[in-house]
């Protein structure tokens, strides 16, 4: 157990986006639709964000992740364009690695958010809990 702790994460290889696997969509959903897609192992979402910069719904995003109880940033900035967090299970402190990366599109901002876990095969929903709780904190602000 002490490896799950201790192990090193490496941004180069947690610090990114998965390609469209072309089998679900990995953009915007209609209004009204649940934005996260439960994955194996993560979840994922993308929304149309209006009247912010990306740099600002990130800001935003970054401060409701931090507040997460066992959450820090692993790699980037809301200049960068994207941002990696670890999250921490309580009991034996699993990681599990959240990256959101924001662009303009037109006069709109697009954020897309990708959770994985790091060990093991089954993350048991917690990814996508985790990031509909951010979601929706994201857009009651």
Do not use: C, K
Not at 61 to 88: F, K, Q, V
Not at 125 to 132: E, I, Q
């Amino acid at each position: 157990m002490a490896y799950i702790r201790l192990a090193p994460s490496d941004p180069a290889r947690w610090h990114s986006l998965p390609p469209p696997d072309g089998a679900a969509r990995w953009g915007p959903r209609p209004p009204g639709t649940d934005p996260v897609e439960a994955l194996t192992g993560g979840a994922r979402a993308s929304v149309t964000v209006f009247d912010e910069t990306p740099p600002e719904v990130l800001t935003r995003l970054d401060a409701i992740a931090l507040a997460t109880p066992r959450t820090r940033r692993l790699a980037g900035s809301p200049e960068e364009g994207r941002i990696t967090w670890i999250s921490r299970s309580a009991l034996f402190g699993f990681p599990d690695y959240t990256t959101a990366e924001a662009r303009a599109e037109g006069p709109v901002t697009v954020l897309s958010v990708y959770a994985r876990l790091r060990f093991g095969r089954s993350d048991f929903g917690v990814n996508a809990t985790r990031l509909r709780a951010w979601l929706a904190q994201l857009e009651a602000e």
